[in-house]
C-alpha cells in the first residue's frame, strides 16, 4: 500500500508559476513510477506528467510541456510538479498517482494509489 498527500495549491493569476508536492508513504520501496493528473469540472481526468522513480526518466502532456516539469527526492519520498506561466485553462484539481508496474504511463487506470487531490485555480 502507498499513500500520497498533495498540497500546494491554491488561487493565482495567469503568467505565474506554483509548486505542487506530493508526499508519498508506506510501500514507497516497490513504487516504479508516480503520475501527476488533473480534472476540470465536467471533464474526464487526464494526464499531466509522470517520472519513474528509478531512473528520474520524465514524460509530459504536450499541454504542459515547456511550462511543467516534474521532479522527485527519492530520499525524502516525495514528487514535486513546478507549474510555470499558468494559464486558465490549467485549472483544476490535480491528483497525483503512483504504481508498482510498467507500461503505459499516461492513463488513469494504468495507476493503483491516489491522493486526495489539490486545487488549483488560476485566473485571468
Known amino acids: 500500500q502507498v499513500q500520497l498527500v498533495e498540497s500546494g495549491g491554491g488561487l493565482v493569476q495567469a503568467g505565474v508559476s506554483l509548486r505542487l508536492t506530493c508526499a508519498a508513504s508506506?510501500?514507497?520501496?516497490?513504487?516504479?513510477?508516480m503520475g501527476w493528473f488533473r480534472q476540470a469540472p465536467g471533464k474526464e481526468r487526464e494526464f499531466v506528467a509522470a517520472i519513474t522513480w528509478s531512473d528520474g526518466d520524465t514524460y509530459y502532456a504536450d499541454s504542459v510541456k515547456g511550462r511543467f516539469t516534474i521532479s522527485r527526492d527519492n530520499a525524502k519520498n516525495m514528487v514535486y510538479l513546478q507549474m510555470s506561466s499558468l494559464k486558465p485553462e490549467d485549472t483544476a484539481v490535480y491528483y497525483c498517482?503512483?504504481?508498482?508496474?510498467?507500461?503505459?504511463?499516461?492513463?488513469?487506470?494504468?495507476?493503483?494509489?491516489w491522493g486526495q487531490g489539490t486545487q488549483v485555480t488560476v485566473s485571468s
Open positions: 508506506g510501500r514507497t520501496f516497490s513504487i516504479s513510477t
Open positions: 498517482a503512483a504504481r508498482y508496474y510498467s507500461g503505459t504511463y499516461d492513463t488513469p487506470t494504468a495507476y493503483r494509489y
